[in-house]
């Protein structure tokens, strides 16, 4: 496979520590019969592939622990299950904690198999199902701005303390139980893949919500502030 040996790797990281043996004889057999490269099927067999399944996926939107905004110590968690609820938990960075909005708007757990999918009903638990691997499955669709918003239903991911659940309620940009903070947020990339939600002025990663240095640092600190109140003392 050459290069995309490095691909099967990302996707499969357990194979790293398998020692193959000795291959010398498949490579004498390869060269002799003059076998094509991986990158000749990919471009002259299987051209729409890539398209589908990228060996090398484009960057994430965001990834990472997903903090309340209203309480930095509470991250969002499967809670170690395939199947079920999204739980809110005490922030440990764990692998039950860590996920990704991806390329293809999909929010995946660790694993890459499972993915958040939207409850039929307002007011249900965000569950986790079997990533489906289309182009585009809209009850797998996400955004982020720092709302975390379906775009199926229109609905956002809301705390609630009660049930210690993430549910999907109606969106209201002055909830800071609907704001969320992701470890690593790709700011360039979100701002231009997603339009700004309807009816506001633009991103609110950019404008109503002041993040300082959201690229790449340990700990994201949000300033709890409007835009319009900065204005006002400056």
């Not at 692998?95 to 999909?106: A, P």
């Not at 638990?125 to 775009?151: F, G, K, L």
């Not at 640092?217 to 319009?228: A, G």
Request: charged fraction near 25%; aromatic fraction near 12%; hydrophobic fraction near 30%.
């Amino acid at each position: 496979m050459g290069e995309y040996a490095e691909a099967l790797y990302r996707r499969n990281k357990h194979l790293r520590e398998v020692d193959p043996g000795d291959i010398s004889r498949e490579i004498e057999i390869r060269d002799r019969l003059k076998c094509r490269s991986f990158q000749w099927f990919l471009d002259e067999i299987a051209p729409d592939l890539s398209l589908t399944y990228p060996p090398f996926e484009p960057p994430d939107y965001a990834n990472g622990t997903i903090q309340s905004a209203n309480d930095l110590g509470t991250c969002l968690d499967n809670g170690a299950r395939e199947y079920g609820d999204i739980i809110l938990y005490g922030c440990h960075s764990g692998g039950t904690q860590y996920f990704s909005l991806s390329w293809k708007k999909t929010l995946r757990i660790d694993s890459e198999q499972f993915c958040w999918q939207v409850p039929h009903e307002l007011g249900k638990p965000v569950t986790t199902y079997n990533c489906q691997n289309r182009d585009h499955v809209p009850a797998q669709s996400w955004r982020y701005d720092p709302q975390i918003q379906s775009e199926a239903k229109g609905w956002c991911v809301e705390a609630d303390w009660k049930t210690r659940v993430a549910k999907m309620t109606t969106c209201d940009r002055d909830n800071i139980d609907q704001r969320w903070i992701f470890k690593f947020v790709n700011r360039q990339l979100i701002e231009k893949q997603f339009p700004p939600f309807p009816g506001t002025q633009g991103h609110v990663l950019t404008s109503a919500w002041d993040v300082e240095d959201i690229v790449g640092i340990q700990d994201i600190v949000y300033r709890r502030h409007r835009t319009s109140e900065t204005q006002e003392t400056s």
